[in-house]
């Protein structure tokens, strides 16, 4: 009954939150098409892609690049087909290699020998001059060996383990040229099949000699995402009703010795209009996944490097050790900027377009390859809908903060399960909306209580902010079973401020204007000390006392105080000028902050209280503001809350006893932060340190030449002053033996 009750009460959050239910299982269906969740679907890919990167190269696969030092040693691009030919060669006789692949296209003849033009000089004088025409042709027959750049092109591919690249194109006005390598399957092999395949026009393929003396041929011709993001290669493409290989394909076929591709069905499933069951592809005892389209996505090992890359022009010269490249299998591509195959990816914003294929003949050796399955879609559905109504139940009936912590924890388990299907199943499953409904429905129901549930937090406020701090109100709000504010012991830091000569400048206003000085000053001093996580105990007329660590626990009070002291500082030096305008004398405030155990809760009388601070810390703090008269700095802190901002350069003031205290206790004027601190100001306290040694060491004459230096250095320091003076008295009043360089100070 009392959940029915509670559901009732939340009418609003439910219908909202099924709302973003219903338009994200539409979405994840098919029914609908929202854009946002497909780019933030393709973000988290890449974000855990780029988190799960495996480590270190893959030495099966080399790439030899046609890179810039190439051109400049062998000349610009295209190199003649003798140079390839040598190329060819000299990888397989030499180094050995087991298969070669080419990402690039043959389509035209090299007529760069000349051999062309010797052949027509050849003829015109066979017409005119037969016996020197004669002459002619056997030279050129003779010379046509090594002139015959495709030939000697060709005869380097025969009977080698070499793959030719070639490109498709979706023009459909173009018209083919060269010749193609035989197809995987003829396009009747799937008529019962409804499969999208990537359907292409036209192609630029390799000349027929060519196509005819290798292993086998591929395009290598890959289509980015709608981001321009590389993510994916079709595996098969169709083209005039024959279904031909990628080039990765039939290099990984090459490399396995699989000739045959074989395509694979999920049982069971059925066939309909929007599901082919086409799921994988076999090379071998290789299962490759596909999705919808038939392409595999991309299983990119790291940045650019991930394989190993050998200039064309080392190899030709024979500088690559032999290791490198001995039963490799070997890509031909090339990573210079004026060639074009410079493609954006996840992994890396500029990436050479043959280490893409590279990934591809990797994963498919491997068996790495990432799955990305119709049945997908059911299993997102299904997730979304089992988080949703949990969210849409659970958050309502409960309070912020145990909200926050199933809000979280749903979002780590989905996460959890998503990674663990990535990384161990090789599974990619959407992530995106379900994180995205998670967030909606949280969004939803902290907004609704926020504007509904304050009214509640108004109350509370009305009935203790007059004696209870608002951070206080904020968590009573939060948690009001566990209010309590009886007094506990806690690690705390307290700050007490006041007005220097304050009896001075109140004697010249009237009551109005001494009380409007007041509002003026204490109203961005209290800003100051709200922004630092502050909380203000009391107002003593011209005196603020505030302390850090309650309410709310603060495990860097001290840090924040002191943050504070400098800004409230900060702050009086900018109302100087606004003082100054309505004929106020300057105003200065001295600052004392300590750091130590205090009693902390509701304290006073059965006709007041307040909560507030108390204890020997507390005393101490407001006897470390009085010492600022006396030392003429604006803040002094203790030794205890030096130790607890070590990111902070200090000044050491002295040793003292204060009144009502047997113990002494360092005390400090901060400076700024270390990383902050001049080399000026930090010699200046080096000899400061010195100078302080030795008067506590009773060497008054070089303490004093000290402190005269020093003075020199720092004219507006009236501390040194102070120190020869002191000097001076302890000369004609020496202190007693069992001195210890404590000074007491026996004013309040």
Not at 663 to 680: F, G, H, N, R, S
């Amino acid at each position: 009954m009392r959940i029915f009750k509670l559901i009732s009460q939340h009418t609003v959050r439910f219908v909202l939150s099924a709302a973003i239910l219903v338009l994200l299982l539409l979405n994840a269906t098919g029914h609908v098409h929202l854009s946002a969740i497909q780019k933030l679907e393709l973000f988290t890919y890449d974000t855990r892609l780029n988190l799960l990167l495996p480590e270190g190269r893959d030495a099966r696969i080399v790439i030899i690049d046609i890179d810039e030092k190439s051109l400049q040693a062998e000349g610009r691009w295209p190199w003649g087909r003798n140079k390839l030919a040598n190329l060819v060669n000299t990888l397989f006789d030499d180094y050995q290699i087991k298969v070669l692949g080419f990402d690039m296209v043959f389509a035209e003849k090299d007529e760069s020998s000349g051999l062309q033009h010797l052949n027509a000089i050849k003829t015109q004088y066979l017409a005119t001059d037969p016996a020197l025409g004669q002459a002619l042709h056997q030279a050129v027959e003779a010379l046509k060996p090594t002139l015959d750049f495709d030939a000697l092109f060709a005869n380097s591919l025969k009977n080698r383990n070499v793959v030719l690249g070639y490109v498709f194109s979706h023009d459909a006005a173009a018209i083919g040229t060269g010749a193609l390598p035989p197809a995987s399957f003829d396009a009747s092999h799937f008529k019962a099949k409804p499969i999208q395949w990537v359907t292409e026009s036209s192609y630029s393929a390799n000349l027929a000699d060519f196509q005819a003396h290798s292993q086998a041929g591929g395009y290598f011709n890959i289509n980015p995402d709608a981001d321009g993001i590389m993510r994916r290669v079709p595996m098969l493409v169709q083209h005039d009703r024959k279904i031909y290989q990628s080039l990765a394909l039939a290099m990984a076929g090459a490399a396995l010795g699989a000739k045959n591709v074989e395509a694979g069905f999920a049982e069971g499933l059925g066939v309909g209009k929007r599901y082919a069951g086409l799921e994988w592809l076999k090379l071998g005892q290789q299962r490759i996944p596909v999705d919808k389209e038939v392409a595999a996505l991309i299983p990119y090992r790291g940045p650019q490097g991930s394989f190993q890359y050998l200039s064309a022009t080392d190899v030709l010269a024979h500088r690559v050790a032999p290791e490198l490249l001995k039963n490799k299998i070997v890509l031909v591509g090339t990573t210079a900027a004026g060639l074009l195959d410079l493609r954006a990816t996840p992994v890396q914003n500029v990436y050479a377009g043959v280490e893409i294929h590279a990934n591809m003949i990797a994963g498919i050796l491997d068996n790495n390859i990432k799955e990305y399955p119709a049945y997908v879609v059911g299993a997102e559905a299904l997730m979304l809908l089992l988080t949703g109504l949990l969210l849409i139940i659970g958050l309502p009936l409960l309070n912020p903060l145990k909200a926050t912590m199933l809000t979280l924890a749903m979002t780590a388990l989905v996460t959890l399960l998503n990674l663990l299907a990535w990384q161990q199943a090789n599974l990619v499953l959407p992530l995106a909306s379900i994180l995205l409904l998670i967030a909606a429905i949280y969004f939803i129901n902290m907004t609704y209580g926020f504007f509904v549930e304050s009214r509640g937090k108004r109350q509370l406020a009305n009935l203790f902010g007059q004696y209870v701090p608002p951070e206080l109100v904020d968590e009573m709000a939060e948690h009001p079973d566990a209010i309590s504010l009886e007094g506990e012991n806690r690690e705390m830091t307290v700050l007490f401020s006041d007005v220097r000569g304050f009896t001075h400048i109140s004697e010249g206003l009237d009551p109005k204007a001494l009380g409007q000085l007041m509002n003026d000053l204490l109203t961005p001093m209290t800003q100051v000390i709200h922004q630092h996580r502050g909380t203000i105990d009391k107002y003593m007329g011209d005196a603020v006392m505030a302390f850090w660590g309650a309410p709310l626990p603060d495990p860097h009070h001290a840090k924040h105080a002191l943050q504070a002291a400098i800004g409230m500082i900060h702050a009086l030096e900018k109302l100087q000028e606004d003082f100054a305008n309505k004929g106020l004398p300057p105003i200065n405030i001295g600052v004392g902050i300590n750091t130590g155990l205090m009693v902390v809760g509701n304290m006073g009388s059965a006709f007041r209280m307040a909560y507030t601070v108390m204890g020997d810390a507390v005393n101490l703090g407001s006897r470390l503001e009085s010492l600022t008269k006396i030392y003429n700095v604006p803040i002094i802190v203790s030794e205890f809350t030096v130790r607890q901002v070590p990111e902070f350069a200090f000044r050491p003031l002295d040793w003292v006893r204060v009144k009502g205290r047997d113990k002494p206790v360092m005390i400090y004027e901060p400076i700024c932060e270390i990383l902050q601190l001049d080399k000026a100001t930090n010699g200046h306290l080096k000899l400061y340190d010195e100078a302080l040694k030795l008067y506590r060491n009773r060497n008054w004459d070089l303490a004093e030449m000290q402190f005269i230096h020093l003075q020199k250095l720092e004219p507006s320091r009236a501390l040194y002053a102070l120190y020869i003076a002191r000097i001076a008295h302890f000369r004609q009043y020496p202190p007693a033996n069992y001195w210890d360089g404590v000074f007491n100070i026996e004013t309040k």
